[in-house]
Each structure stands twice: as C-alpha cells, then as structure tokens.
C-alpha cells in the first residue's frame, strides 16, 4: 500500500502572510497559471501526496503556497453532490478544465472512429461490432473478477465460458457470475431504471455461490463493514452505518435516473460519481466493487451515444492499475472528500483502453489485406469466418470446434455447423472426424499466415 501524505492546512497556509496569497492568486499571475498545470492536466489529478515532489516548480514559492492555490481554485469550480460523507460533509466533484478535456476525448472517440467503428450505427449494429462486444463482456468478466483477487487466467476464462464449462473454483464461479452479469446487464437492466431492487439484483448475480453466507446475496449489510489492506491489514475505510443506508441508497438511484440536457454534470462524470458513492457505502456485505463497476456500466450504456463502451473491458486497465485504484478512492477522503481523483482515474482508465482498442481494430483491418490476398471467397465471408480465420492466423496451434464456436459467437448450432463446414468447403478448414468433430487449418490458410507474420516483421 502507497503511504497517503494529508495535504496541509490551507487555513494555516493563509494565517501567516495573506497579502502573499493575495498576490499568487491574482488573475494575471503566471506563477498560478504554471502551478495549476502541474496539479490538473492530461497526466493527472494530483493529490498533495505527489504534488510536493513536482519539478519545476515556480521559484519562490513553496509547496504548501502552491497547494492552497490549487485547492482554493478547485473549490471554486467545484459542484456538491447530493451525497454526504459520514462526517455530514458535502461530497463534491471539481468541474476543471482537466476534466471537462478529458471527458471531450472520451466521448469524441475520434481514436476509435479512426480505427473504423462507425460513428453513427443505426439501430442494428453490424455482426462484427456485436463480436467485439461479446469478447469484450468475456474480458471485463475476467479482469473484474482479477480487481477481487481471483486467481485465473484469461484463457482458461474465456475457454470456460465459451465451452460452458461448469467453474471448476471460487475465482471462475466470480468470472463466470460476472459473464452473467454482463448478458443480463445488455439484455434486461440497461432497460430499466435504477432502484434499490434491481441494485441487490446485480449484486446476488455477481456474488452467488462466491460469499460464505447466501444470506449476502442480494440483500443490504445490517451490520459493520471494513475495507482493509490486503498487505498491511489495516482498515482504511468503514462504511457508513446500516441505519443510513435505506436514505443512502435511495439518493444513489436518483441521482442515477436523473437526465436533463441542462445537467452541469456529465454522463461519464455522473458514472464516474456512481462508482465511487456505492464504493463509499458499502452497502453490501461483499461485492461492492463488483457491484460498482457494473453501476458504472449501466449509467453509460443507457445512453445510446455511448454504445461504442460495450467494446470495451475498462476493468482491464484498471487491474493493471489496482494500487492507483485504491489510491484514488483515499486522495478524495484524505482531500476533504473531492471524488475528482476516482472520476479522473476511470477516464484515464477508459483512453487506455480505447487506445488499446483502436490498436487491436488497426491490426485487424492489415490481417485482413492479407486474407484477400490469399482467399479467393474472401467476400463471401461473414464477420464470424472472418475472426475465426484472423485467430487461426495468428494461433499457435489452432482448433475448432461447433460447440466453442457456438457458444463464442453466440449463435445456434445449425449456424455453427453452417459457419464451419463452408470454410471446409472453400478449401481453408480440414474436417477432422471424432467427438467433437474438430477443424484445423489447411494449408492455403498456412501459407497467408506465413505472408502476414512476414509483412509485420518487414514493418
């Protein structure tokens, strides 16, 4: 665990020479401007923590000047929430330039458009976008799952559910139960408003048969809850009391279903915001986190010109993440309850994997140049041959089968059987007969695999 360094007094800060302080926050004073930037820009949301190790820092100046300069300017822009910490004290999020630019680069996603997701879908997505969004919902089932500590690995996640295999653990009964909570989040609870009901609804799908007492399943703690270090096992946050959760939760789905195109608040911010108040009451007895992520999910995806986040696994980045995470649940507690730190986390978080997005959708569309060249019935293919023959391009050793194929792509048996036998008949599968019957690739499929891995080396 990163030691959390208290920011210092502004009040102390101001007491010993407040014409000085006149002086730094002038409108025209550069010294601000500069020191400003340091605090809140594409990089970050800095917490006094590592702010006071910033170089260069404006000469005469010294670290607990430029800190009440920065806190001063954040509570000015800064807009109170609905929500109270324990203590009684407003939860704010402050609407900087920082964040009002990062939440522009998110939802222009010009990355993402550049890479070739549409940038107006009609109300069908084409097949290939709704493939995407499968792979994505396998991913962000697995590292969601990671954040908890399940011990597993992607590949043995995404061979249990596309085989339907029964979880063989703990750590893949949590992948699996957050697959299910992803399907029913597209297919039912995107669709519905936010209530205490359906929040121990998402909660019972992601814990049961993970929690030790089945009585936690779907229902809200009556007791005590305490978050603690994993490493030093020390208790670093207490929920609020279980009296005060009945008004808690009730102020969260308000503030949920609210929409007006007046709102101050963005879409992303308000998700940001969901996130970080479920995970501050701690209203269940486990599966917070869980439960959060997916609260953060539903408040975007509800929004159909954020349709393109199901494409996404944003948990990915932050299980890379998991210190920085934390960190920035316990910057806004230690900064007088400034949520910015967890909002400007999850949007950082999100360019990340957009970035990591748009990469993977650039590799694909050069994979298939070479498919074109190679296959003859290449427009013929549908997106669901097309990202079989792209995995077989780069597999080790692949093979396929109508069960992992149906259950991939989500689709019936018929359709698998139909996908599979066509590329045999094409000449770019071989039919292996045995139960389940399998298919490997031929080798007109070997020699474009040989051209492609050739051209990236040339590259």
Not at 6 to 35: C, F, H, V, Y
Request: aromatic share 8%; net charge neutral; with cysteine.
């Amino acid at each position: 665990m990163s030691r959390i360094i208290d920011p210092p007094s502004i009040r102390d800060t101001l007491a010993g020479n407040p014409d000085r302080m006149l002086q730094l926050l002038g409108r025209l004073s550069p010294d601000k401007e500069r020191i400003l930037q340091i605090a809140d820009s594409a990089a970050g949301y800095l917490h006094w923590t590592d702010f006071r190790h910033k170089r260069p820092f404006p000469e005469g100046i010294t670290r607990e000047e430029g800190w009440a300069i920065v806190r001063l300017h954040r509570s000015s822009v800064a807009k109170r929430l609905p929500f109270q910490s324990k203590a009684g004290q407003s939860i704010t999020v402050a609407l900087t330039d920082g964040l009002h630019a990062a939440v522009r680069r998110v939802s222009a996603h010009r990355n993402l458009i550049r890479a070739g997701i549409p940038e107006n879908p009609h109300s069908e997505l084409p097949e290939e976008m709704r493939t995407f969004g499968l792979k994505a919902l396998i991913d962000e089932a697995y590292y969601s799952a990671v954040i908890e500590g399940a011990v597993s690995t992607r590949k043995d996640a995404r061979r249990m559910i596309r085989e339907e295999a029964t979880p063989r653990d703990h750590s893949e009964r949590m992948i699996l139960n957050n697959y299910r909570a992803g399907k029913k989040m597209a297919e039912q609870w995107i669709h519905e408003p936010m209530s205490p009901a359906l929040l121990c609804e998402i909660q019972k799908t992601l814990t049961e048969e993970t929690l030790e007492d089945p009585a936690d399943w779907g229902q809200f703690r009556s007791g005590p809850v305490h978050v603690v270090d994993e490493q030093t096992q020390e208790v670093v946050h207490t929920g609020p009391d279980p009296d005060e959760l009945p008004a808690r939760i009730e102020q969260l789905c308000e503030f949920a279903n609210y929409e007006n195109s007046d709102d101050p608040v963005p879409v992303l911010v308000r998700a940001c915001l969901l996130h970080y108040q479920l995970a501050y009451d701690h209203p269940f007895g486990d599966g917070n986190g869980r439960t959060a992520r997916w609260l953060f999910l539903w408040r975007l995806l509800r929004c159909p010109e954020y349709w393109w986040v199901a494409m996404l696994s944003i948990s990915r980045m932050t299980s890379q993440g998991r210190q920085d995470y934390y960190d920035s649940f316990r910057f806004a507690q230690s900064d007088g309850d400034d949520a910015t730190y967890l909002v400007r986390h999850q949007l950082a978080a999100m360019e990340r994997e957009m970035d990591r997005f748009a990469r993977f959708l650039t590799r694909r569309r050069d994979l298939r140049i070479h498919l074109r060249e190679f296959i003859p019935r290449h427009e013929d293919l549908n997106s669901r041959q097309t990202a079989l023959l792209e995995h077989a391009m780069n597999a080790k050793e692949p093979v396929y089968t109508q069960p992992v194929h149906r259950a991939f792509h989500d689709v019936t048996q018929p359709t698998a059987r139909e996908d599979l036998e066509r590329l045999v008949t094409w000449g770019l599968l071989e039919r292996r007969e045995g139960r389940p019957i399998r298919y490997i690739p031929t080798e007109l499929l070997a020699q474009a695999r040989r051209a492609h891995h050739a051209a990236r080396e040339r590259d």
